[in-house]
């Protein structure tokens, strides 16, 4: 039997995974969370062989959680399963130490088999994703400096990227404006910028604010 773990803010979007995953006989899901403070409890208190892990949600996002876990050696299988283009996330979410992206608007016979891949010790990448990474792999001398920022910093820049002023961008990610200054001071020295105005073009030219 398959234990399976959901962490997604959305009760609906956890309803309709649930529903699609116990339709089979050898899947179970043990629980469920809707943040990251639930899931670390959970976590403790659940064997778990693969985690469905939403990356947008309030508080500690999940391609951060994913770090955790892969810095803890927790053997528990991610399978990030989000919204957001396969483009932007998914070699950071693979990255990260993640063992699968899942689109949410994939067939949910691949996400079954998805699971099914991950609980063999095997990776779930889709084929979009696989093009991804064979283009990642020819052009990896030419990575875009961007990629050397954090998760945390990245969603900084994507919000300065947006126009956001800081203390609205430490609203949104629940984090303080001066933790947010300290962010956007290493973009700006990682990317060799000098202000906002430079960051925003930055976002725009490498379509990152979107």
Same mark, same amino acid.
């Given at each position: 039997?398959?234990?399976?773990?959901?962490?997604?803010?959305?009760?609906?979007?956890?309803?309709?995974?649930?529903?699609?995953?116990?339709?089979?006989?050898?899947?179970?899901?043990?629980? *469920?969370?809707?943040?990251? *403070?639930?899931?670390?409890?959970?976590?403790? !208190?659940?064997?778990?062989?693969?985690?469905?892990?939403?990356?947008?949600?309030?508080?500690? %996002?999940?391609? *951060?959680?994913?770090? !955790?876990?892969?810095?803890?050696?927790?053997?528990?299988?991610?399978?990030?399963?989000?919204?957001?283009?396969?483009?932007?996330?998914?070699?950071?979410?693979?990255?990260?130490?993640?063992?699968?992206?899942?689109?949410?608007?994939?067939?949910?016979?691949?996400?079954?088999?998805?699971?099914?891949?991950?609980?063999?010790?095997?990776?779930?990448?889709?084929?979009?994703?696989?093009?991804?990474?064979?283009?990642?792999?020819?052009?990896?001398?030419?990575?875009?400096?961007?990629?050397?920022?954090? !998760?945390? *910093?990245?969603?900084?820049?994507?919000?300065?990227?947006?126009?956001?002023?800081?203390?609205?961008?430490?609203?949104?990610?629940?984090?303080?404006?001066?933790?947010? %200054?300290?962010?956007?001071?290493?973009?700006?020295?990682?990317?060799?910028?000098?202000?906002?105005?430079?960051?925003?073009?930055?976002?725009?030219?490498?379509?990152?604010?979107?």
């Amino acid at each position: 039997m398959i234990n399976v773990i959901l962490c997604d803010d959305h009760e609906l979007v956890r309803k309709g995974i649930r529903n699609t995953l116990e339709s089979e006989t050898d899947i179970r899901i043990v629980a *469920e969370a809707e943040n990251s *403070e639930n899931l670390k409890n959970i976590l403790r !208190q659940h064997d778990c062989d693969v985690l469905l892990l939403d990356i947008s949600m309030p508080g500690r %996002s999940g391609l *951060e959680l994913v770090e !955790q876990l892969t810095k803890e050696k927790n053997p528990t299988r991610v399978l990030i399963v989000s919204m957001h283009p396969e483009k932007h996330y998914a070699l950071r979410s693979l990255r990260a130490g993640a063992h699968g992206y899942f689109h949410k608007s994939g067939n949910p016979s691949q996400m079954i088999g998805a699971v099914r891949l991950l609980a063999q010790g095997r990776y779930y990448v889709p084929p979009e994703i696989s093009e991804l990474l064979v283009t990642h792999l020819k052009t990896h001398e030419n990575s875009k400096i961007h990629d050397t920022l954090s !998760q945390r *910093e990245m969603d900084t820049l994507k919000l300065i990227g947006a126009g956001q002023r800081l203390t609205d961008i430490a609203r949104k990610m629940m984090i303080s404006p001066k933790t947010v %200054s300290v962010y956007r001071s290493r973009i700006l020295e990682k990317l060799n910028l000098s202000s906002n105005g430079e960051l925003i073009l930055y976002s725009i030219e490498n379509n990152l604010n979107h």
